[in-house]
T-cell receptor
Framework: GQQVQQSPASLVLQEGENAELQCNFS?????LQWFYQSPGGSLVSLLSNPSGTKHTGRLTSTTVTKERRSSLHISSSQTTDSGTYLC???????????FGIGTRVLVRP | EAAVTQSPRSKVAVTGGKVTLSCHQTNNHDYMYWYRQDTGHGLRLIHYSYVADSTEKGDIPDGYKASRPSQENFSLILELASLSQTAVYFC??????????????FGPGTRLTVL
């Protein structure tokens, strides 16, 4: 089945630093979604980016579909960015997401 | 803003007992999903549904049943709860994918502990 690998597994930042999270997937993705999971466990969709580059606030995602990879860039990190970032893809089966384990981010003040 | 709610938010169940987790969405979405999340694993799809009165098996359906009595409601049923089903369960909804970009919207999760 499809596999989604995220790196690094964890990351510690000083407030104000930038970070880049990686997502690699094993088969063609028709949809790719980045999520933020808070330390309390709630899941929030950050952006949907099956191909190309998308921006929202301090986040930029770049997906290169042919190379089966996506990145999420966090600029000027804040302590409230601490949590886990999940990458999920939808393959050819349609409307079903396969998730990576996530990258745990800690931003220190 | 799209809304997916789950009940209960947490539950303690006994081994062998029956557990029902409920999900309600006000997004007018056709698709609904149940995932479980365990430490060290990504979210894994248990069951999903694309229309009322019909459910489909996801990647890990064993030990679970699902029910979609209406477009808004989707339940996950554990007929005989087992210790291995201790996890956090998330419900989600999404619109029909007509080839354009879509997103899944998640509920707050239900923490289930089976003793």
């Amino acid at each position: 089945g499809q596999q989604v690998q995220q790196s690094p597994a964890s990351l510690v930042l000083q407030e104000g630093e930038n970070a880049e999270l990686q997502c690699n997937f094993s088969s063609t993705a028709t949809q790719l979604q980045w999520f933020y999971q808070s330390p309390g466990g709630s899941l929030v969709s950050l952006l949907s980016n099956p191909s190309g580059t998308k921006h929202t606030g301090r986040l930029t995602s770049t997906t290169v579909t042919k190379e089966r990879r996506s990145s999420l860039h966090i600029s000027s990190s804040q302590t409230t960015d601490s949590g886990t970032y999940l990458c999920a893809i939808e393959g050819s089966a349609g409307n079903k997401l396969t998730f990576g384990i996530g990258t745990r981010v800690l931003v220190r003040p | 803003e799209a809304a997916v709610t789950q009940s209960p938010r947490s539950k303690v169940a006994v081994t062998g007992g029956k557990v029902t987790l409920s999900c309600h969405q006000t997004n007018n979405h056709d698709y609904m999903y149940w995932y479980r999340q365990d430490t060290g694993h990504g979210l894994r799809l248990i069951h999903y549904s694309y229309v009322a009165d019909s459910t489909e098996k996801g990647d890990i359906p064993d030990g679970y049943k699902a029910s979609r009595p209406s477009q808004e409601n989707f339940s996950l049923i554990l007929e005989l709860a087992s210790l291995s089903q201790t996890a956090v369960y998330f419900c989600a909804s999404s619109d029909v994918d007509w080839g354009s970009s879509y997103e899944q919207y998640f509920g707050p999760g239900t923490r289930l502990t089976v003793l």
